[in-house]
């Protein structure tokens, strides 16, 4: 039967609550649902209600937690519960009610959520958007449509640099500016100055494609970063290993005459070879070098034994990007043309439609441009033992033209100029003109040929025999690569560009 409880009652049953005493419950008349239990291990107040033909009974707490007035409210608190169709009042709705009232501790506090795992959260949940590698394969994309070849492949080089690695697979739209300026900085720190600013250079029309409007959605970038600059470069210049300050070196006499004598003398790949001879004959870049077609050598037919090379503008810098349709042709003397016609006869045996077609085959991870690479024109003036870069050769061919043959400076500059020293915006030259100006530039490119010939033989006179020398050259490569100045060759790799018999420079 019900009994209202009072303080007596519960002081009673804490007093019959011994081991191996008698349990029995109190039903409580003055709350309905509110009972005390009494038993060997002490006296607890309960809220008993039925839902669904079933019996439940919480446990409020003990009598040292709770005084009967609480356990009162408790029970009329879950009575109201049930009655207002809240829910059922379970261990979890009885913990915050023992809170509101201090019986128990607060909850602690939540810490801070991982950032990583609340990004994760949101990527996974939301639309799709580009990681890092989609990113960048989009970008590319746009670039090998809009820019050089040559431009896709600095660009291509510079965003798989091993410093973004960090950032596989992550979403680009998570990669904040603060991100990438670090990166920027510790190449800038670590003494890669200007390969810190090329990145940076990069990186801020990658992120303005992103940002454009009809990639936001893939993106999730909203926003370029023309911040993005690498820090300002130390005061001074640089010298490199070899003791030469970069931009302030013009090529010796003996040094045209050494790579001449060299690239003569059968000890290199005759690819490479050729290649070394025109740069040194032409004063052209690599990239127009190495990139030349077949296509672009003819006879010049208005001087029998010389031929002609005519540039387009997708090989050289800058003019396919303004449109400029003018060729740049440069006469070839006779001894270069026959050159040159061998070297042609190599390619189309090669089904290539470049002068010098790819000799070694490229890395499994690394795209095939087809031709000749240009850092293997470096790597061979290096391992002659030579201080001179490519544009040092062209400095020299510049320098002894104007000082030594007093030929005019615009004459020299029709030559190495690839705008041939008129300004790309001259209505005249790009919408009216078709004059190649061959005959100027003629005398120029007989008088350097002679001349080069001239030190290219004084050069090889002190040269040792071809055994001796393929030795030296390949003594100095190997220097090189252990020094970790050029690409070590793996074990099972393909034949490289300049391989040759192992008594000669191979």
């Excluded at 510079?158 to 596989?168: D, K, T």
């Amino acid at each position: 039967m019900p009994v209202k409880l009072t303080e007596a009652l519960v002081k009673q049953g804490v007093a019959d609550a011994v081991p191996k005493g008698k349990a029995y419950d109190l039903i409580d008349a003055g709350c309905p649902g509110l009972l005390m239990r009494v038993g060997p291990r002490g006296v607890r107040f309960a809220f008993k209600f039925e839902t669904g033909h079933k019996t439940h009974r919480l446990t409020l707490g003990s009598t040292d937690l709770l005084r009967l007035v609480e356990a009162r409210a408790i029970a009329t608190e879950a009575r109201r519960r049930l009655v207002d169709g809240l829910g059922l009042p379970d261990e979890k709705w009885l913990g915050d009610k023992l809170r509101q009232m201090r019986k128990l501790p607060p909850k602690p506090e939540k810490g801070p959520r991982d950032p990583a795992l609340v990004e994760a959260f949101l990527d996974s949940w939301g639309p799709h958007k580009w990681t890092w590698e989609e990113a960048r394969t989009a970008f590319l994309t746009e670039v090998a449509r809009t820019r050089r070849a040559a431009t896709h492949t600095d660009y291509r080089k510079l965003l798989h640099s091993p410093e973004l690695a960090v950032f596989a697979d992550r979403k680009v739209k998570r990669i904040t500016i603060e991100d990438l300026a670090t990166i920027v900085h510790a190449i800038h720190a670590s003494g890669r100055e200007r390969h810190a600013e090329h990145l940076a250079s990069v990186l801020r029309p990658m992120w303005s494609y992103l940002a454009r409007h009809e990639h936001r959605k893939v993106s999730g970038v909203e926003a370029g970063i023309p911040g993005l600059r690498a820090p300002e470069r130390t005061p001074g210049d640089k010298p490199r290993a070899n003791g030469k300050v970069p931009g302030g070196y013009t090529a010796k006499p003996a040094e045209i005459g050494r790579v001449l004598a060299i690239a003569r003398a059968g000890v290199l790949e005759p690819t490479v070879a050729t290649s070394l001879q025109l740069l040194v004959l032409t004063g052209q870049r690599r990239r127009p070098i190495v990139e030349s077609l077949v296509e672009d050598f003819v006879p010049w037919a208005e001087v029998p034994g010389w031929g002609v090379w005519s540039m387009g503008p997708a090989h050289r810098k800058t003019a396919a990007k303004r449109g400029d349709k003018h060729r740049h042709a440069l006469p070839l003397p006779p001894a270069l043309w026959d050159l040159v016609q061998q070297q042609m006869a190599r390619a189309r045996d090669a089904g290539s439609e470049y002068l010098f077609p790819q000799i070694r085959a490229a890395r499994k991870d690394a795209a095939s441009d087809g031709h000749l690479s240009d850092a293997a024109i470096n790597h061979r003036l290096l391992d002659m033992g030579v201080v001179a870069s490519p544009h040092d050769l062209r400095r020299g061919m510049t320098t002894v033209c104007q000082s030594v043959f007093r030929i005019p400076r615009d004459t020299v500059k029709m030559v190495v100029d690839h705008n041939e020293g008129i300004r790309s915006d001259d209505v005249l030259e790009r919408h009216y003109t078709e004059d190649d100006r061959l005959d100027l530039k003629q005398t120029l490119m007989a008088r350097w040929h002679a001349w080069s010939d001239e030190q290219a033989a004084i050069a090889a006179a002190a040269l040792p025999s071809a055994v001796e020398l393929g030795a030296e050259l390949a003594r100095r490569r190997r220097e090189r690569e252990l020094a970790g100045k050029g690409k070590r060759a793996k074990a099972t790799a393909d034949v490289e560009e300049d391989a040759k018999p192992v008594d000669l420079a191979a």
